[in-house]
């Protein structure tokens, strides 16, 4: 009985070491993915740039209209963290500027899901990773540049 129990219990180290390892080695292929769409996303925005000589409008947690024909696939996919959604942001106006953002709650500001990273520490419902284009890019247009955010390309 007593080697039954010891068993188990390596056993049960050995799952909880391999579960942590495999947690950590699942946010750096979020990381990964990310930056890979980034990438894709800015290589499709070039395209669409020569074709129409500026960047599209501003969108709502979307992707603009008109650039599927230069991703891969045809369709640009959700974001690679859980409940994450991509935000187009063509900002006119006093500071503007251009770039997508990968944003973690609902459009309320509510349900958030941070990465466990430690670039999204301070992390709150304004925060966003996200791709400059153009200009003074931030985490969220009603924040000042200096609001906790993660830009890959600066």
Same mark, same amino acid.
């Given at each position: 009985?007593?080697?039954?129990?010891?068993?188990?219990?390596?056993?049960?180290?050995?799952? %909880?070491?391999?579960?942590? =390892?495999?947690?950590? %080695?699942?946010?750096?292929?979020?990381? =990964?993915?990310?930056?890979?769409?980034?990438?894709?996303?800015?290589? %499709?925005?070039?395209?669409?740039?020569?074709?129409?000589?500026? $960047?599209? &409008?501003?969108?709502? /947690? #979307?992707? !603009?209209?008109?650039?599927?024909?230069?991703?891969?696939?045809?369709?640009?996919?959700?974001?690679?963290?859980?409940?994450?959604?991509?935000?187009?942001?063509?900002?006119?106006?006093?500071?503007?500027?251009?770039?997508?953002?990968? /944003?973690?709650?609902?459009?309320?500001?509510?349900?958030? #899901?941070? !990465?466990?990273?430690?670039?999204?520490?301070?992390?709150?419902? $304004?925060?966003?990773?996200?791709?400059?284009?153009?200009? #003074?890019?931030?985490?969220? &247009? =009603?924040? &000042?540049?200096?609001? !906790?955010? $993660?830009?890959?390309?600066?």
């Amino acid at each position: 009985m007593i080697e039954l129990l010891v068993v188990m219990a390596i056993i049960g180290l050995l799952s %909880a070491i391999t579960l942590s =390892s495999l947690g950590i %080695a699942r946010d750096r292929a979020n990381l =990964s993915r990310l930056q890979i769409e980034f990438r894709s996303f800015g290589t %499709a925005m070039e395209l669409y740039l020569f074709d129409f000589d500026g $960047y599209p &409008p501003d969108v709502s /947690r #979307n992707v !603009p209209a008109g650039i599927q024909a230069y991703l891969a696939g045809g369709s640009w996919p959700i974001g690679p963290y859980t409940g994450s959604v991509y935000d187009w942001d063509n900002i006119t106006g006093g500071d503007p500027y251009v770039q997508l953002s990968l /944003r973690f709650c609902d459009i309320l500001g509510n349900n958030c #899901n941070f !990465p466990n990273e430690s670039w999204a520490a301070g992390f709150d419902s $304004y925060s966003a990773v996200y791709y400059c284009f153009q200009g #003074n890019c931030r985490s969220h &247009p =009603s924040r &000042p540049v200096s609001h !906790p955010g $993660y830009c890959i390309n600066c």
